[in-house]
């Protein structure tokens, strides 16, 4: 879990095929974010392979239309519920649920995440709500959902969807730079970093500190949510006696590129289908090829390194 390993070595998933099948109907997958882009169109991958999925939206109206479009396709083993990542009643009301429902999870991809500023824009006036939705809520929903992964050979996974924008070498705060590549780095050290990060945008003095210059609150949120990634890989590691036992979840980062979406206004150089196909096929490797604690590069040949 060493972030300072600069190690790039080009990865490629294994194709799904029924050799390298691990999952069944019984395989229960959340994605959030879901009811249009990347997230519908993982949900729609996963659906179509088999899965049991919930599809999660903020608005209840777009996320039973995306669940109906599914079924009308032939997909019924889609499922709706209504989730807003930045609020923990609707996190608890989901947690209840799939508890009720489903009895156990194999699979979440944290997908749901907000920007404000269009593409050569970069304002921090929305800064609060983003990191609050990017990071704690993501933070939030991740670790209320820790008690319901399932205990199998399989191993269960999180997949946090994030960018090459919150990429430690975008920060150029080199005293905050070397917190965050910690090799022992706590989860309240980065909620430190988030509180410097606040009082700069309050004090207007964010463009001089260092942070990251193209979309400073989203990346600072991806930034937070890579470091997290890493700090709850290496939980695992250490809970399930370190290198050689079994894992009972991996957690890897997954960056889709500059994909066509509403966040991007519908500018990208591939589609969302695209983005979830690799995505799907991350969340989905065998168990022996399964990987902890790194971070993946789309487009094309994927870039993996640790995070």
């Known amino acids: 879990m060493d972030s300072k390993e600069v190690d790039f070595s080009f990865f490629s998933p294994s194709p799904l095929s029924s050799s390298t099948r691990w999952w069944s109907k019984d395989t229960v997958a959340v994605v959030t974010g879901a009811n249009k882009g990347i997230g519908f169109a993982v949900v ?32 019924g083993n889609v499922h709706f519920f209504p989730l807003d990542v930045s609020s923990p009643a609707s996190i608890h009301a989901l947690v209840s649920w799939l508890r009720t429902t489903f009895q156990a999870l194999d699979i979440l991809v944290n997908n749901a995440a907000v920007s404000f500023n269009e593409i050569n824009e970069n304002s ?81 003095r964010w463009e001089s500190r260092g942070w990251p210059e193209i979309w400073t609150d989203y990346s600072v949120s991806k930034l937070a949510l890579n470091a997290y990634s890493r700090v709850l890989a290496k939980r695992f590691e250490i809970e399930n006696g370190g290198i050689g036992r079994r894992r009972r979840i991996s957690i890897n980062c997954f960056c889709p590129g500059f994909t066509q979406t509403a966040m991007t206004g519908g500018k990208g150089s591939h589609t969302p289908q695209a983005a979830a196909q690799l995505a799907a096929a991350l969340a989905l490797l065998p168990p022996h090829h399964l990987p902890n604690g790194s971070f993946f590069l789309g487009f094309g040949p994927y870039n993996k390194s640790r995070l």
């Open 44 to 75: 729609k991958r996963f659906a179509e392979l088999g899965l049991t999925v919930v599809l999660t939206a903020r608005d209840v109206g777009r996320g039973k239309k995306a669940m109906e479009t599914l079924r009308e396709e032939g997909l």
């Open 124 to 204: 921090v006036e929305h800064a609060e709500t983003v990191i609050k939705t990017n990071y704690h809520g993501t933070k939030l929903l991740t670790e209320s959902l820790l008690p319901l992964f399932r205990l199998s050979t399989s191993v269960s996974r999180i997949l946090n969807v994030s960018s090459r924008l919150g990429s430690i070498n975008k920060m150029r705060n080199l005293g905050i730079k070397a917190t965050l590549q910690k090799e022992n780095l706590t989860e309240q050290e980065i909620e430190q970093v988030l509180e410097m990060f606040a009082e700069d945008v309050k004090k207007g």
